[in-house]
């Protein structure tokens, strides 16, 4: 028999397939499918910061998450470029930024 806990987490994973399904079906509709991955990015980001300026990870991936969207709601008001290719650009740089800060601590 199954217990408690697996059951709890599978009603869990079933809820949450149903309640962001539709957001990834909107996220692709906007063009944003690669949201998530550029959030992980600076999510690195956010990780190196903290570990050069010794403050909680929390916050500081928080607040860098929040600059990497509102620099994307700035960014997409110029209409020569598609949502995708500048959250390309902003995972890209902020990897790389993150990875080199992490290399020259």
């Known amino acids: 028999m199954l217990s408690e806990a697996i059951l709890l987490a599978l009603a869990a994973g079933g809820m949450l397939s149903l309640l962001l399904g539709p957001l990834g079906c909107f996220m692709v509709w906007r063009q ?4 998530g991955d550029a959030i ?12 050069v300026a010794s403050v909680p ?3 500081a991936i928080f607040c860098v998450s929040l600059a990497l969207a509102c620099i994307l709601t700035f960014a997409l008001r110029d209409t ?6 500048l959250l390309g650009f902003l995972a890209h740089g902020t990897l ?7 290399a020259l601590s």
């Open 57 to 59: 990870f929390t916050p």
């Open 80 to 85: 020569r470029f598609a949502a995708d290719t």
């Open 96 to 102: 790389a930024l993150g990875l080199l800060i992490v």
């Open 40 to 51: 992980a990015h600076a999510a690195l980001l956010g990780v190196s910061l903290a570990l």
């Open 32 to 35: 944003m499918a690669y949201f």
